[in-house]
C-alpha cells in the first residue's frame, strides 16, 4: 500500500514537473486535485502537510498586543505577559527552572466563561516550528510563536481558546512537524 501511494505520489510529480509551459493553472489545479483525491481514495489514513508557523521576531522589551487586553514581552531574562487587569506575570529561563538542553514546553493560562488566554515558552531547540493546544473535543489550535533575534533556543507562543473543561494538551513540533515535547491536558 505505501508503495502505491509513494508511485501516485512520484507519477504526479513527474505529470506537474513535465508538464508544458503553456499549462494553464486551472490544469494544473486539476492535476493536484486528481491527485490529492487518488491519494485520499487509497490511503485515507495519510496525514495532511504539515504547515510550520512563522515566528515573530521581537526586540527585547518590546510589547506584543496578543489580542484581547493580552500583552507579551521578551528579554534576555525570561518571558512576561499582562492581562486585561494589569497585572504583570514573568517567567524566568534563566533560573534554572526549565532544563534548555532538552526541547520542552510550559503552559500558563487564565480564562473564564468567555474563554481564555494561554502562553508559555518553548525551549531547547533552534527549529522550533509550531506549538498547538488541543482541547478535551479534540479541537486543535495553532499558537503564535515570538522569539529574540537570532532565534535563540528559545521563545513564547501564545492563543485564544474558547472556554473549556479542564487544561489543554500543548505539543511542540520541529520546522518538519516532528513532535519534540508535549504537556498531557488536565481535568483541572
Same mark, same amino acid.
Given at each position: 500500500?505505501?508503495?502505491?501511494?509513494?508511485?501516485?505520489?512520484?507519477?504526479?510529480?513527474?505529470?506537474?514537473?513535465?508538464?508544458?509551459?503553456?499549462?494553464?493553472?486551472?490544469?494544473?489545479?486539476?492535476?493536484?486535485?486528481?491527485?490529492?483525491?487518488?491519494?485520499?481514495?487509497?490511503?485515507?489514513?495519510a496525514? /495532511?502537510a504539515?504547515?510550520? @508557523?512563522p515566528?515573530?521576531? $521581537?526586540r527585547?522589551?518590546? *510589547?506584543? !498586543?496578543? &489580542?484581547?487586553?493580552?500583552?507579551?514581552?521578551?528579554?534576555?531574562?525570561?518571558?512576561y505577559?499582562?492581562?486585561?487587569?494589569?497585572?504583570?506575570?514573568?517567567?524566568?529561563?534563566?533560573?534554572?527552572?526549565?532544563?534548555?538542553?532538552?526541547?520542552?514546553?510550559?503552559?500558563?493560562?487564565?480564562?473564564?466563561?468567555?474563554?481564555?488566554?494561554?502562553?508559555?515558552?518553548?525551549?531547547?531547540?533552534?527549529?522550533?516550528?509550531?506549538v498547538?493546544?488541543?482541547? /478535551?473535543?479534540g479541537?486543535? @489550535?495553532?499558537?503564535?510563536? $515570538?522569539a529574540?533575534?537570532? *532565534?535563540? !533556543?528559545? &521563545?513564547?507562543?501564545?492563543?485564544?481558546?474558547?472556554p473549556?473543561?479542564?487544561?489543554?494538551?500543548?505539543?511542540?513540533?520541529?520546522?518538519?512537524?516532528?513532535?519534540?515535547?508535549?504537556?498531557?491536558?488536565?481535568?483541572?
Open positions: 500500500m505505501k508503495k502505491y501511494l509513494t508511485a501516485v505520489v512520484a507519477v504526479a510529480a513527474v505529470a506537474t514537473l513535465a508538464a508544458p509551459a503553456t499549462a494553464t493553472a486551472e490544469t494544473t489545479a486539476t492535476l493536484a486535485t486528481r491527485t490529492t483525491a487518488t491519494a485520499t481514495t487509497v490511503a485515507p489514513e496525514k /495532511a504539515f504547515a510550520p @508557523t515566528i515573530r521576531t $521581537v527585547p522589551g518590546e *510589547r506584543v !498586543d496578543a &489580542g484581547k487586553g493580552w500583552t507579551v514581552w521578551l528579554t534576555r531574562q525570561g518571558k505577559w499582562s492581562g486585561p487587569d494589569g497585572f504583570e506575570n514573568f517567567r524566568s529561563v534563566v533560573d534554572g527552572n526549565i532544563d534548555r538542553s532538552e526541547p520542552g514546553v510550559s503552559h500558563q493560562s487564565e480564562g473564564d466563561q468567555n474563554g481564555a488566554f494561554h502562553s508559555g515558552l518553548y525551549y531547547g531547540t533552534r527549529n522550533a516550528g509550531r498547538e493546544l488541543t482541547d /478535551a473535543d479541537r486543535t @489550535t495553532a499558537a503564535t510563536l $515570538v529574540l533575534p537570532g *532565534r535563540s !533556543d528559545w &521563545g513564547v507562543w501564545y492563543v485564544h481558546t474558547g473549556s473543561q479542564g487544561s489543554p494538551a500543548v505539543a511542540l513540533y520541529d520546522r518538519s512537524g516532528k513532535l519534540l515535547a508535549d504537556l498531557p491536558a488536565s481535568d483541572f
